[in-house]
């Protein structure tokens, strides 16, 4: 049989379903879904494939965060619906009201997957920002959240005024009465929004910050920074997700500053004891002379207090009436010159050693420094290590550290007391 025969066939075909205006109509519109799904396949091929040989060139590498964000797939899923909404015309026997009906119903679908395509491209563009230099100070994912809710928020009233065949503005209008309950329901995404917007333009939060905020168990870097919630991974690994207002209406600290510095502070306290502290003896003198972090500091002062004592005269003879070095103050001098002299701390920040108010627990001399590192690790075996050796010190100069008795330093007091009772012979009872 030739093609011309089944030409022929298909028109006396068509014409005996012209007796039956429904069932013409039902199978133009099966041909017309059928017809619309290829083509509908067909372009998502061509324009996949084509992405993909774009995505290829080194200038066009973008286009292959829009492949990846399926922003090609969803402009390829319009396709069907758009053929149905030109189609419709070439169908017979079909009455104004079903035409207008399967319109709507296609221009829904076409707006539907119209919306996709924006959200996708929104996807893609924060995935080509994110590579920026821009991006690690200045965050757009909560904009672009917002932009995004307001977009699937029209687009739904545009498709209910489409399926029901009214003008948009007819349901815009009525959003006017709702306006106090779409405040009440939408409070926490407005607030975060605020806070959003103050955050990034007043550049108070970036991501890779380490933040500290005790109230809501946050202590780590900031790994996300969302419309509603900032993520926070603690340093156990764990995820802490806070809401974005509550970072503006409660506070927090931000170590971005000692990371841009450069240095990391070290303040701590050694706790001297009272008991240990006097004058140093000249033989004393004589020897911490020869340290050589000393040696500057002994000389200066030597002829400092020669001079004073001498210019007091004969009253000078008297201890009370003589100034002479001590050996906390001589120790904090060395402290000082040690910190100054260390390789790992930070010569143009602050610097010192200084004695802090008397306490029951001794005397507190602070030491205040910053390390040329602000790797935590490193930090840590910094301030370990200037500890280790100024503890280590102390009895150079005839002091030492205040320590609360132990169980074992009260045994050993009351040990002495203990055996020189039971040495005391029992008295002899008087008979009676």
């Known amino acids: 049989m030739d093609f011309k025969q089944l030409w022929h066939n298909a028109q006396d075909l068509w014409g005996t379903l012209e007796q039956h205006p429904f069932l013409q109509a039902g199978l133009a519109l099966t041909v017309l879904l059928v017809i619309a799904l290829v083509l509908g396949r067909v372009a998502r091929y061509l324009i996949l494939h084509a992405s993909r040989m774009l995505g290829r060139q080194p200038a066009l590498h973008w286009i292959n965060d829009f492949r990846h964000n399926k922003v090609f797939q969803r402009v390829a899923q319009m396709t069907p619906s758009l053929v149905i909404q030109f189609g419709l015309h070439l169908v017979p026997e079909l009455n104004k009201t079903a035409m207008t009906f399967l319109g709507n119903v296609a221009l829904s ?12 491209l929104l996807n893609a563009l924060l995935d080509i920002y994110a590579r920026t230099e821009h991006a690690r100070t200045r965050s757009i994912k909560g904009y672009v959240q917002l932009a995004k809710m307001v977009l699937y928020v029209f687009g739904a009233i545009i498709i209910v005024a489409t399926l029901i065949d009214r003008s948009p503005l007819l349901l815009l209008s009525g959003l006017g009465a709702m306006s106090a309950v779409i405040l009440l329901v939408y409070k926490d995404t407005l607030l975060s929004f605020v806070a959003s917007v103050q955050l990034t333009s007043n550049d108070m939060l970036r991501v890779g910050d380490w933040i500290e905020m005790p109230q809501v168990g946050a202590d780590g870097d900031v790994v996300d920074i969302t419309l509603h919630t900032v993520k926070v991974q603690n340093f156990d690994k764990t995820i802490v997700s806070i809401p974005t207002w509550r970072l503006m209406s409660e506070s927090f600290k931000n170590w971005r500053g000692m990371q841009q510095s450069g240095g990391r502070r070290i303040k701590r306290s050694l706790f001297i004891d009272a008991s240990g502290v006097r004058f140093i003896r000249d033989d004393e003198e004589e020897k911490l002379s020869q340290v050589h972090l000393l040696t500057d500091y002994m000389s200066r002062k030597k002829a400092e207090l020669k001079a004073w004592n001498e210019a007091q005269g004969n009253v000078a003879a008297m201890s009370a009436n003589r100034r002479r070095m001590t050996n906390i103050g001589t120790f ?35 030491i205040y420094c910053f390390t040329r590192t602000t790797v935590w690790a490193d930090y840590e075996r910094i301030q370990g290590d200037i500890f280790d050796y100024l503890l280590a010190v102390l009895p150079e100069f005839g002091l030492s550290l205040y320590q609360q008795p132990s169980g074992g330093d009260l045994r050993s007091g009351l040990l002495p007391a203990v055996l020189g009772a039971a040495s005391i012979p029992e008295p002899q009872k008087h008979l009676m």
């Not at 060395?334 to 306490?359: D, F, G, W």
Request: glycine share 2%; with cysteine.
């Open 332 to 366: 904090r001098a060395y402290a000082l010159a040690y910190l100054k002299s260390h390789p790992e701390i930070q010569p143009n920040m602050t610097c010192m050693v200084r004695q802090m108010q008397t306490t029951a627990q001794g005397i507190p001399l602070e």
């Open 109 to 120: 679908f076409t707006i539907l997957f119209l919306l996709l395509s924006v959200s996708a």
